[in-house]
């Protein structure tokens, strides 16, 4: 297909209804080039819907026998690496037998459909993530910058040190030296875990808070390390705006043993019958989140949290109250 009847078809499946004159605008291209472009795309069978008069315009309907779906660069490796981190969950969890074949055979389908340029940098990509029980790549914040996503996972896998630009919680910017071990992805964001040279230590830096990867020229020896652990040990551990303290009277294996999915707090061991689980995270949603999953274990607990976290446990139960 030419380059403008790719731009058109691309422009068409991304939502669901255009005017002429938007798709025109967009193409740079006259009205009566349009109506050309449109029927050509119907003489490939691809099912088009036109409407007339001064509101007309163009939707791309469904068919049984659609050709194939046109993806830019940005598109195709995340719609691929949400598809390897989604089989690499099913793996680890009860998922259908059918559910993980789909699964695993659309990954293999759109892979060998990735332009030859990206294929490698795609794959070096898959190899560079340590997925843990509960990845979200496709949740509200979405994939990050895919161009930086590629320049990290290069250099997780030539284990080459990097510079980059990292913007802090507080909005200022700082210039970091790391050596990159892994990308994890947790909750729909993804991070970077990586040995700050300056600093001496690990660190995990968002992904989307890194700006101007520079690869410096100088070689490491990778060490191990469990990223997913990792990261989320350093959410547990850390205080952010609201928190959050569930004590339960059972202990902390029992705890585990009753909780299905990962625990993303501190889990200390008070006596043989006791433990006590810290939340805490810089959204009110999030802290509420883990503490509704927590307290639908059957044991007895007592709730220590911030005023905004208890009215929102409050507002539940409310509503709760009207089931049934």
Same mark, same amino acid.
């Given at each position: 297909?030419?380059?403008?009847?790719?731009?058109?078809?691309?422009?068409?499946?991304?939502?669901?209804?255009?005017?002429?004159?938007?798709?025109?605008?967009?193409?740079?291209?006259?009205?009566?080039?349009?109506?050309?472009?449109?029927?050509?795309?119907?003489?490939?069978?691809?099912?088009?819907?036109?409407?007339?008069?001064?509101?007309?315009?163009?939707?791309?309907?469904?068919?049984?026998?659609?050709?194939?779906?046109?993806?830019?660069?940005?598109?195709?490796?995340?719609?691929?690496?949400?598809?390897?981190?989604?089989?690499?969950?099913?793996?680890?969890?009860?998922?259908?037998?059918?559910?993980? !074949? #789909?699964? @695993? =055979?659309? %990954?293999?389908?759109?892979?060998?459909?990735?332009?030859? /340029?990206?294929?490698?940098?795609? &794959? +070096?990509?898959?190899?560079?993530?340590?997925?843990?029980?509960?990845?979200?790549?496709?949740?509200?914040?979405?994939?990050?910058?895919?161009?930086?996503?590629?320049?990290?996972?290069?250099?997780?896998?030539?284990?080459?040190?990097?510079?980059?630009?990292?913007?802090?919680?507080?909005?200022?910017?700082?210039?970091?030296?790391?050596?990159?071990?892994?990308?994890?992805?947790?909750?729909?964001?993804?991070?970077? !875990? #990586?040995? @700050? =040279?300056? %600093?001496?230590?690990?660190?995990?830096?968002?992904?989307? /808070?890194?700006?101007?990867?520079? &690869? +410096?020229?100088?070689?490491?020896?990778?060490?191990?390390?469990?990223?997913?652990?990792?990261?989320?040990?350093?959410?547990?551990?850390?205080?952010?705006?609201?928190?959050?303290?569930?004590?339960?009277?059972?202990?902390?294996?029992?705890?585990?043993?009753?909780?299905?999915?990962?625990?993303?707090?501190?889990?200390?061991?008070?006596?043989?019958?006791?433990?006590?689980?810290?939340?805490?995270?810089?959204?009110?949603?999030?802290?509420?989140?883990?503490?509704?999953?927590?307290?639908?274990?059957?044991?007895?607990?007592?709730?220590?949290?911030?005023?905004?976290?208890?009215?929102?446990?409050?507002?539940?139960?409310?509503?709760?109250?009207?089931?049934?």
């Amino acid at each position: 297909m030419p380059g403008r009847l790719l731009r058109l078809l691309s422009l068409l499946q991304s939502r669901g209804w255009w005017r002429a004159g938007e798709l025109s605008e967009h193409l740079g291209v006259e009205s009566r080039t349009l109506r050309r472009d449109i029927e050509r795309l119907k003489s490939l069978d691809y099912p088009v819907r036109s409407r007339t008069g001064r509101d007309g315009g163009y939707s791309l309907g469904e068919s049984s026998n659609l050709p194939p779906l046109q993806f830019d660069d940005e598109e195709a490796v995340a719609i691929a690496v949400s598809l390897s981190t989604a089989s690499r969950q099913g793996r680890g969890q009860s998922v259908s037998g059918g559910v993980q !074949v #789909a699964t @695993d =055979s659309a %990954r293999i389908k759109l892979e060998r459909m990735l332009p030859t /340029r990206l294929r490698r940098r795609y &794959h +070096r990509l898959v190899q560079s993530i340590e997925a843990g029980p509960d990845p979200d790549p496709g949740g509200e914040a979405g994939l990050p910058d895919t161009e930086v996503l590629l320049e990290l996972s290069d250099a997780c896998a030539d284990h080459q040190a990097l510079s980059f630009i990292h913007v802090k919680r507080d909005g200022s910017r700082t210039l970091r030296r790391v050596q990159p071990h892994k990308l994890v992805t947790m909750s729909g964001y993804w991070y970077l !875990v #990586a040995f @700050d =040279s300056d %600093r001496d230590d690990w660190r995990s830096f968002k992904v989307e /808070r890194i700006s101007s990867v520079k &690869h +410096r020229h100088e070689r490491f020896e990778p060490q191990a390390l469990d990223a997913w652990s990792f990261v989320t040990q350093s959410f547990a551990e850390a205080r952010y705006r609201f928190s959050a303290t569930v004590t339960f009277e059972i202990s902390a294996q029992q705890l585990r043993s009753k909780h299905h999915g990962t625990i993303f707090g501190v889990v200390t061991e008070l006596t043989h019958q006791r433990c006590e689980v810290r939340l805490s995270a810089d959204a009110l949603d999030l802290v509420v989140e883990y503490l509704c999953a927590l307290l639908s274990v059957d044991a007895d607990f007592q709730i220590a949290a911030d005023r905004e976290v208890l009215n929102r446990l409050e507002a539940i139960r409310a509503r709760l109250g009207t089931v049934g």
